[in-house]
Each structure stands twice: as C-alpha cells, then as structure tokens.
C-alpha cells in the first residue's frame, strides 16, 4: 500500500465520481480505477460500490476513511510547515497538559517553540486527564498532553515515550540508599499519594493489590511540587513520575519493582478534525524536545 494509493482512494471517496476524482488527482481514470482495484485487492475488501452511473462508498470504505484522513491530514501539514517561514507560523496554540509534565517538559518546549516562531500565542492549562478530554471535544483546545484515554474512539492518541512511576523519599529515608525498592515492601509505610479520583493513584493502587500491600496512605495531595516539599520534610514517602520532580534538593528518588508502575503518556487531538498548523509545530517541538532529552524506556 502506498501513499498515492490512500490520496486516491480518499479523492474518490469525497467526489464519489471517477471522472471528477481523476481530474483531481491529475491521472486519467482508467489509471485511477486501477489504482482503486489495486487497493481493495490489497485489503481484501471492497471500498466502493458500482451501482449503474453511481459510485457508492461502502461501510467498509467509510471506516476506512475515517482511520485515513487523520494521518493524511498530518502528512499535509508536515509537507507544508516545511516549506513555510516560521515568522509566517502565526496564531494561537491551545494546550491543556497534566501536571506530571507542566513542571518540566512543557516550560522547555515552549522556550525552544518560541524561539523559532516568535510571532506565535500560547495558551497553556493544567488539567487533569478527564477534563482534556472533556476541551479537545468541545473543540476549546488544540492539543492535549495526557495519557491515552482508556476506550475513547472520538481521540487520536500518539504515544511519545514509557514513563516509569518511582519512589520519593527524604534522604536521611530507610529506603534513600537503595538501588531498587519490591512494591511488597511498602507495606504498612507511611506515604502521601494523589487522590483517588486521579487515574495515576488508581494505577498505584493496582500495582499495591497486585503485590499485596497495604500502604498507610496519610496525606493524599494533588500538588506534585506540595508532595515533593511534604516528602522533603518528613517521613512520607511518595510514588510520582520522574519528570515531574524539577526540585531534587533533599529527595532521593528510588525506582520501584515486581511489579513497576509504568504508563505512556502521548499526544492527543480530535479524531478525523483537521489539526490547525500551529499545533502541529507545538507537538513537533515536544517530539524534538524529548528526542533531545532521549529519556530511558520506562523513565519519567
């Protein structure tokens, strides 16, 4: 399958007409119908419908389409920033991220962005993950940086990288100087965590059931920045991602095992909408930001 052969296919799919479809794409139409054959042969199914003089997609086809159009989209939008002035990348960029990485990532993302497209607006919000999803489909956002949204068909989701959850402790902490802590043995520990409704503590609390431990759960915070200073402080230990710690002063930071807490945050937008040019330099920055910072599978 080729890329020509998708760009056809999405053509005719719009005009549902041969003639005006091969026009548009500047072959003749014996060339596009054999292209369009070429395609249904390959996906053993077919796309289309010919009903006399009348051209019909069929739900096949139209479930096809509406994987494709996303990735064209992008394609498009690529092909064209690359070819366009960064002055002439204007306009506003909406984005809403969780907390995890609005203490690090997003701050050097958008130093980097600004500095190859000056004239651009940025709208930054910290959410959390159910209310990015709840803004990315009522349309008051271009972006979302979260995790993927279990069974959520509306959103198309690309993860970046596979972040791994670790242990905080003070460093005068039993557990400071170890190299690596079993879940099991957080046991009975005194920790401060997020609250429930957040879906990072109800990942945490899988990995607990899972190695049957009960931990003493005394301050629950929904502050990253409040939780590191509480853990600083006191005998509290806490579970975060390792990207979110931008102040190691004081803190030791432990990875966890059997089993490790690990999730994969990525980009999300609409499914099968156009994503305006101004988003996509933003999410080509955050990719070009952590291929720089190359962070180790299963890091944070």
């Not at 991220?97 to 004239?119: E, H």
């Not at 709208?123 to 709840?134: A, D, F, M, T």
């Not at 957040?198 to 629950?220: C, G, K, M, W």
């Amino acid at each position: 399958m080729e890329l020509r052969h998708l760009r056809y296919f999405a053509t005719l799919a719009e005009t549902l007409n041969f003639t005006r479809a091969a026009e548009k794409c500047h072959v003749t139409q014996s060339t596009l119908s054999h292209q369009i054959k070429q395609l249904e042969t390959e996906l053993d199914t077919p796309l289309f419908e010919r009903i006399g003089k009348r051209v019909v997609i069929t739900e096949a086809g139209d479930t096809f389409l509406s994987r494709i159009m996303p990735a064209l989209q992008q394609i498009d939008g690529a092909v064209s920033t690359l070819h366009q002035p960064t002055d002439a990348v204007q306009g506003e960029v909406r984005v809403a991220v969780i907390q995890s990485f609005n203490t690090r990532l997003v701050p050097a993302c958008i130093s980097a962005f600004l500095d190859r497209y000056p004239a651009l607006r940025i709208k930054v919000e910290e959410l959390p993950q159910h209310r990015i999803v709840e803004r990315l489909k009522s349309g008051d956002l271009d972006l979302g940086i979260a995790y993927r949204p279990p069974d959520d068909h509306d959103l198309w989701f690309e993860p970046l990288y596979n972040e791994e959850m670790v242990l905080v402790v003070a460093n005068w902490h039993p557990f400071a100087t170890r190299k690596r802590v079993r879940m099991v043995e957080l046991n009975n520990l005194p920790m401060t965590l997020f609250p429930r409704q957040y879906s990072t503590r109800q990942l945490i609390d899988e990995h607990f059931r899972s190695a049957n431990a009960q931990p003493q759960v005394v301050v629950e915070l929904d502050s990253i920045g409040a939780m590191i200073q509480l853990v600083r402080k006191s005998e509290l230990a806490g579970i975060v991602g390792e990207i979110a710690i931008a102040d190691s002063e004081g803190v030791s930071v432990v990875p966890l095992e059997n089993p490790t807490p690990i999730r994969t945050p990525g980009l999300l937008w609409m499914r099968g909408a156009a994503a305006p040019t101004t988003s996509q330099a933003f999410a080509k920055q955050i990719r070009r930001v952590l291929k720089g910072a190359k962070p180790r599978d299963g890091a944070s």
